[in-house]
């Protein structure tokens, strides 16, 4: 009779362990793929009749807490791919203009973001203060570009993240920032092309690893905070976030439509309602609306940097506040009277900045595409006469728009380096700044690093023998 009943309480324990079993496992069924169900499920057999590997709490919330833990905590792990120090500047924040700030900074890639130590991580993370985080930078959806517009600085590259931010990084060695390049673009082809879709799953495994409570606490503090206005469009977006892909194509097709319906460039000049620009037009078609062979504009920049920016330091190099920059450029494009004199281009870095963006913009480079390999080639020679004749009939050869602008331009530049004791701006300085600028290849096949080289060596050479390549035969 005993043995009989310690057989049935025997048989219960086993089918109460059983039916535990079942419900861990089809808690897993729920919110795994289909391997991990296997792993998770082999782990939580039995060993032996009567005992489980782990003890399971009976308390409903901490039974679900438990599980979600066990299954989201490797999905979330992030593997360091490479870290060390570069150069960084942070010049948007959700698509608002900053100020360009340099600072060196522990960078700590990822397999989907970076994130921006003053110091090594370790050091760092022992430093933080409670509750604060490193600066990140979300991966997904970002865009990785070389820039030289943005920067003075050579091998400078830029990251754009789908919120708008922009960061700038750099580093003076070629092989380190190649490396960083290659790395970080390498992480982001990786990840998935749909942003919305990363951003959701993201908040879905932050929601799973907070318990209920929290959760409702952290809306209903959210909501408190929130203006009476603004509670019901948040419970909207809470409860309707499904159908923000609807939306987006909604928008994005009746956008289109418009784009299709507006009329041509063409038609809005020929009906005055669009005037020829400064900036950004041909050189040759500026000069034909002036009936001269060197923009009014540019001549204007250099009186102005003569009668008060010769003793600038660095001058031409420092850049002037952007917003003030685009403001003249809007004036100048309205054709509006321009008078440089005025208070509110006071800065004379604004002038100087305003008259590398009207070279820079440029559809056709100050020297032609079509003379550019031959410029280089003239760089090349080794005698150093040889060097300076082919550069000289090159120029003699030049469309008179360019080469007179030409000219006006290197004359005002020698004036400069005459005061490089002051404005600290030698002719190699000017060379590095008016190099890319005047001069590039139409399409950039070869190696840019060394195309550079030769735009900064064509450029001094310019400046170093002035006299002697623009000197005419009448000279």
């Known amino acids: ?29 729920n919110a795994n793929s289909h391997h991990d169900r296997l792993s998770q499920s082999k782990s939580m057999i039995l060993t032996d009749i009567g005992k489980v590997t782990e003890p399971i709490s009976r308390h409903r919330r901490n039974h679900s807490q438990h599980i979600l833990k066990d299954i989201i905590t490797p999905l979330e792990q992030l593997m360091v791919e490479k ?23 522990w960078i700590v890639l990822s397999n989907r973001k970076i994130e921006f130590y003053k110091e090594s991580k370790q050091q760092a993370l022992s430093n933080l203060k409670t509750g604060q985080k490193p600066e990140c930078l979300d991966l997904c959806g970002a865009h990785i570009e070389w820039t030289k517009e943005k920067s003075s600085r050579k091998n ?7 919120s708008g931010n922009e960061f700038l990084l750099q580093s003076d060695i070629d092989f380190i920032i190649l490396d960083w390049f290659h790395a970080i673009k390498n992480a982001i082809d990786r990840l998935p092309k749909d942003q919305s879709c990363t951003s959701r799953n993201v908040e879905l495994f932050k929601i799973q690893r907070s318990s209920s409570t929290e959760l409702l606490d952290h809306f209903d503090r959210e909501i408190k905070e929130q203006k009476p206005e603004h509670r019901k469009s948040l419970i909207f977006r809470l409860q ?4 923000d892909t609807s939306d987006k194509s909604r928008v994005k097709s009746r956008l289109k439509k418009f784009i299709n319906r507006r009329p041509s460039l063409k038609t809005l000049q020929e009906k005055g309602l669009i005037k020829d620009q400064i900036f950004g037009s041909h050189l040759h078609k500026v000069c034909e609306r002036e009936n001269s062979t060197v923009p009014r504009f540019v001549k204007q920049c250099i009186e102005a940097v003569e009668k008060r920016g010769l003793d600038v330091d660095g001058i031409y190099r420092v850049s002037g506040n952007l917003a003030t920059i685009q403001k003249l450029r809007f004036i100048v494009n309205q054709e509006e009277k321009l008078n440089l004199d005025d208070s509110q281009w006071e800065d004379i870095h604004v002038v100087t900045g305003a008259l590398k963006m009207f070279f820079r913009e440029l559809p056709e480079p100050l020297f032609p595409y079509c003379f550019f390999e031959q410029f280089v080639e003239a760089i090349k020679k080794q005698d150093s006469n040889m060097r300076i004749e082919a550069i000289k009939a090159l120029v003699q050869k030049l469309p008179p728009p360019n080469r007179d602008t030409m000219k006006i331009l290197f004359g005002h530049l020698t004036k400069i380096v005459a005061k490089a004791s002051k404005n600290l701006m030698s002719t190699q300085s000017l060379g590095i700044v008016f190099g890319p600028t005047l001069l590039r290849a139409e399409n950039e096949t070869g190696n840019m690093a060394v195309h550079m080289v030769y735009q900064n060596q064509i450029a001094e050479l310019m400046l170093s023998e002035y006299n002697k390549i623009f000197s005419s035969k009448e000279d």
Do not use: C, P
């Open 1 to 29: 009779m005993q043995s009989s009943t310690n057989s049935d309480t025997s048989a219960e324990k086993l089918n109460s362990s059983h039916q535990s079993t079942g419900a861990v496992q089809m808690r897993i069924k």
């Open 83 to 105: 870290e060390g120090y570069l150069q960084k500047a942070k010049i948007a924040d959700g698509g608002k203009k900053l100020r360009k700030n340099w600072s060196t900074s």
């Open 156 to 162: 400078v590259f830029q990251i754009t993240t789908v």
């Open 240 to 243: 309707h976030s499904a159908s």
